[in-house]
T-cell receptor
Framework: AQTVTQSQPEMSVQEAETVTLSCTYDTSESDYYLFWYKQPPSRQMILVIRQEAYKQQNATENRFSVNFQKAAKSFSLKISDSQLGDAAMYFCAYRNFMYSGGGADGLTFGKGTHLIIQP | ETGVTQTPRHLVMGMTNKKSLKCEQH?????MYWYKQSAKKPLELMFV???????ENNSVPSRFSPECPNSSHLFLHLHTLQPEDSALYLCASSRGWGGAGELFFGEGSRLTVL
């Protein structure tokens, strides 16, 4: 079974600064997806960025970028120019590329990192 | 407007009550999911439906009963719940199952069992 570990329960950053959230995962698969989701106090889980494991190039979405290290099974999220609206819980998630049964569909989530933005 | 709508947003029930959570997706997806989110625990996948057929049931107690009458609607029927079942229940949908991409989530139903 796949596992996702987020070792930082809480992170704090000054507005306009850069912060990196860590995520590691464990899988025996070679093809899979990785995601970062954001959950603000409104509770809706919103996709921030996604990465296909077969792509070597790191994904980027505006101020959000990832550092994907497949061999190390590491998938960190960098937020540049932090804004107050970035304050939320951030979840790292894994999904198999192909369905394999046994509860393997859907996303496997880490416990989340609470990001605080200091004005 | 969110593509995945959940009702009610909040629900308080006694252990002997019977209630239902509803989820509706307007995205044309054919896979739907129920997740349980408890404090200080990772999100737990409960059920997966693909093309209205249940394809996953992750050892969820029988006091939770899902129903998927069509590809746009998903229900979670609740009966004789326990206080430890209090949590945020999230519904999600996707274009397909088996790694077709990201899941889209609703805002969740906050359940409190007294």
């Amino acid at each position: 079974a796949q596992t996702v570990t987020q070792s930082q329960p809480e992170m704090s950053v000054q507005e306009a600064e850069t912060v990196t959230l860590s995520c590691t995962y464990d899988t025996s698969e070679s093809d899979y997806y990785l995601f970062w989701y954001k959950q603000p106090p409104s509770r809706q889980m919103i996709l921030v960025i996604r990465q296909e494991a077969y792509k070597q190039q790191n994904a980027t979405e505006n101020r959000f970028s990832v550092n994907f290290q497949k061999a190390a099974k590491s998938f960190s999220l960098k937020i540049s120019d932090s804004q107050l609206g970035d304050a939320a819980m951030y979840f790292c998630a894994y999904r198999n590329f192909m369905y394999s049964g046994g509860g393997a569909d859907g996303l496997t989530f880490g416990k989340g990192t609470h990001l605080i933005i200091q004005p | 407007e969110t593509g995945v709508t959940q009702t009610p947003r909040h629900l308080v029930m006694g252990m002997t009550n019977k209630k239902s959570l509803k989820c509706e997706q307007h995205l044309g997806h054919n896979a739907m999911y129920w997740y349980k989110q408890s404090a200080k625990k990772p999100l737990e996948l409960m059920f997966v439906y693909s093309l209205e057929e249940r394809v996953e049931n992750n050892s969820v107690p029988s006091r939770f009963s899902p129903e998927c009458p069509n590809s746009s609607h998903l229900f979670l029927h609740l009966h004789t719940l326990q206080p430890e079942d209090s949590a945020l229940y999230l519904c999600a949908s996707s274009r397909g199952w088996g790694g077709a991409g990201e899941l889209f989530f609703g805002e969740g139903s906050r359940l409190t069992v007294l």
